[in-house]
């Protein structure tokens, strides 16, 4: 079964702080895995999207790595401000037939005080 | 581009009744990807449809939902008989054919009632 699991459920920074997300999935075969930002009541905006062959990718303060080998991903965010403060949710997509099927985690609530 | 529009944003029904919730994609996107969120809990996959056809309905419960997109219009998730249980906000996503881009909509807030 194809399973995107995502840590911590939650985390807790003070600004300027950095942190890192984890992302570890057992979907197969695997086509692409991309970072989303949900602000409360918003839909999700993408932050990064990841192939195969990429290790690393930056986006401003927000650097997704991937190992492809171990099946693991991670968010890092550096020197955090207070419009950080979001869910962010792995996304793993796999190719079947020619259509994308993407599978979410649940996501890591990240707050970030004053 | 007005990106995935959505509407209603909010929507109250009573116990019973039916639940539509409709969705534009984006120009020149030929995909939509329906979402449930229930509160305090991860997006899950309802259905994924091409123009006319339902492609994968996997997460769509067996009874009371419906989907389609029509070749020409909105795609529309039809709920009968709603039930407190489905009170939730509804994320659609749609994608154009040639890349795997999912664009997301504000969502749809079903409050029942």
């Known amino acids: 079964k194809n399973q995107v699991e995502q840590s911590p459920q939650s985390l807790i920074i003070l600004e300027g702080k950095n942190c890192t997300l984890q992302?570890?999935?057992?979907?197969?075969?695997?086509?692409?895995l991309r970072w989303y930002k949900q602000d409360t009541g918003r839909g999700p905006v993408s932050l990064t999207i990841?192939?195969?062959?990429?290790n690393t990718k930056s986006n401003g303060r927000y650097t997704a790595t991937l190992d492809a080998d171990t099946k693991q991903s991670s968010l890092h965010i550096t020197a955090s401000q207070l419009s950080d403060s979001a869910s962010y949710i792995c996304v793993v997509s796999v190719t079947s037939g020619g259509s994308y099927i993407p599978t979410f985690g649940r996501g890591t609530s990240l707050i970030v005080h004053p | 581009n007005a990106g995935v529009m959505q509407n209603p944003r909010h929507l109250v029904r009573r116990r019973g009744q039916e639940a539509r919730l409709r969705c534009s994609p984006m120009?020149?996107?030929?995909?939509v990807y329906w979402y449930r969120q229930l509160p305090e809990e991860g997006l899950k996959f309802m259905v994924y449809?091409?123009?006319?056809?339902?492609?994968?309905e996997s997460g769509m419960p067996k009874e009371r939902f419906s989907a389609e997109f029509p070749k020409e219009g909105p795609s529309i998730l039809r709920i009968q008989q709603v039930v407190r249980g489905d009170s939730a906000a509804y994320f659609c996503?749609?994608?154009?054919?040639?890349?795997?881009?999912?664009?997301f909509g504000a969502g749809s807030r079903l409050t029942v009632l």
């Open positions: 992302c570890n999935y057992t979907v197969s075969p695997f086509s692409n």
């Open positions: 990841m192939t195969f062959s990429e």
């Open positions: 996503a749609s994608s154009p054919s040639w890349a795997n881009v999912l664009t």
């Open positions: 120009k020149g996107h030929s995909h």
């Open positions: 449809l091409q123009k006319e056809n339902i492609i994968d």
